[in-house]
């Protein structure tokens, strides 16, 4: 369409100027355009290359420390692998060796027996060809026309049974008590090998005297404990519990995992578990005993009844009351898991438990535990006094990285 006369245009110039370009964001650096770079000298550049030359020297011999620790790292694997083999390969001949005794003492009494039994049965064979012999011999005499002249002492040949010969047997009383005792070695074998995991975290746990009750008595070791009414020459201490009669042990537990042991066969009435370290220790109130608060964790036997308790819950349970009682705390999951230590049968592991007694099937320790005990009021005329002691499996020597 044709333009309208009288309508004003643009200069030329005007219309075929560009209209500015905005940039929706601005360019990165590594798009901009870097400012020429002066000339280095020389001296500049031979600084530069003994720099880097220096740089290239650390960083081959930090490489080759690398490779040494590499190293290092096969070698002691092997050794250590070397090592279990030649501990299992000892229980392995220990148990051919005695394997091979057991056998030998019974083929050595089966031949004893069947050696006798073989001269038994050849001395009574003897006497069956002898009275064959004569039941021949009466038989022919019936048919003979001519009657000799013979006795009953002629064939007088009755043999009578040897009082020896009932003790010609395998001794199978013995062959079960035999069986007994190595179902008992399988047994106990069974165990330590299913409590070798816990053993590598093995914790040297001892009384710590400054947070016992003061009718609470440790032994010179610091691993048992007993009850005396008399605390007279106990001192008082602020981290004391005063009325609830409690212990706790040390050292305490705020990384890793560790695990001890509590002989509790000569305490009629007992509780071991862990708790916190603001566990309360003034008054007897549930703030102060074990696992009736969210700071403690317990396994209990009281008036023949075996229970674990936590925040004032607790979960009866139908296993024997243990004699030794194993504990194991896994600081990171918040884990704590009791076992009976002979059988190694678990009882609660409190970080897995299924059941809906407890408010939290998973705990976090947000503070450190402590290894803690608890003795209950001792029946009236109790000849001997309440005892615990902490185990010593033997391991405390051996110094773990």
Request: a positive charge; glycine letters at 4%; one cysteine or more.
């Amino acid at each position: 369409m044709a333009e309208e006369e009288g309508t004003p245009q643009p200069p030329l110039a005007d219309s075929l100027r560009l209209a500015p370009v905005t940039q929706p964001y601005p360019r990165s650096p590594k798009s901009q355009r870097k400012p020429d770079s002066h000339k280095p000298s020389q001296e500049q550049l031979s600084c530069w290359l003994e720099e880097m030359e220096k740089e290239s020297k650390r960083t081959e011999a930090h490489m080759a420390s690398l490779k040494k620790r590499q190293a290092n790292l096969t070698t002691s694997a092997e050794a250590m692998e070397q090592q279990v083999r030649e501990r299992f390969e000892t229980m392995r001949l220990a148990l051919e060796k005695e394997e091979r005794a057991v056998l030998s003492s019974l083929e050595q009494e089966y031949r004893e027996n069947s050696s006798r039994m073989t001269r038994l049965l050849h001395d009574w064979n003897q006497h069956l060809k002898l009275v064959r012999k004569h039941i021949s011999t009466l038989k022919t005499l019936q048919q003979a026309e001519n009657q000799q002249q013979v006795s009953a002492e002629d064939f007088s040949c009755h043999k009578k049974q040897d009082a020896a010969e009932l003790t010609i047997r395998l001794n199978h009383d013995k062959f079960q008590k035999l069986i007994k005792v190595l179902g008992k070695i399988s047994k106990d074998l069974q165990v330590q090998l299913q409590k070798r995991s816990l053993l590598l975290d093995f914790t040297e746990v001892v009384i710590d005297r400054t947070a016992s009750h003061r009718q609470i008595k440790v032994t010179s070791s610091g691993r048992g404990l007993y009850m005396s009414p008399d605390d007279s020459s106990a001192p008082h201490h602020p981290l004391q519990f005063d009325q609830t009669r409690c212990a706790l042990g040390s050292p305490a537990i705020s990384s890793g995992q560790r695990y001890w042991e509590v002989d509790v066969r000569c305490c009629t009435s007992w509780a071991v578990g862990v708790v916190c370290g603001s566990l309360h220790r003034k008054g007897q109130d549930k703030s102060t005993k074990l696992g009736r608060n969210r700071l403690s964790w317990s396994l209990e036997f009281r008036d023949g009844r075996l229970a674990v308790w936590h925040n004032d819950r607790h979960l009866a349970l139908s296993a024997r009351a243990p004699e030794r009682v194993g504990l194991f705390v896994n600081y990171q999951k918040g884990r704590v898991a009791f076992y009976d230590a002979d059988t190694m049968k678990m009882l609660q592991d409190f970080s897995t438990s299924c059941t809906n007694v407890f408010e939290r099937a998973h705990h976090q320790f947000t503070e450190p535990v402590f290894p803690a005990f608890r003795f209950f009021k001792a029946k009236e005329h109790q000849p001997v006094p309440d005892h615990m002691e902490i185990s010593d499996l033997g391991l405390s020597h051996i110094a773990l990285p």
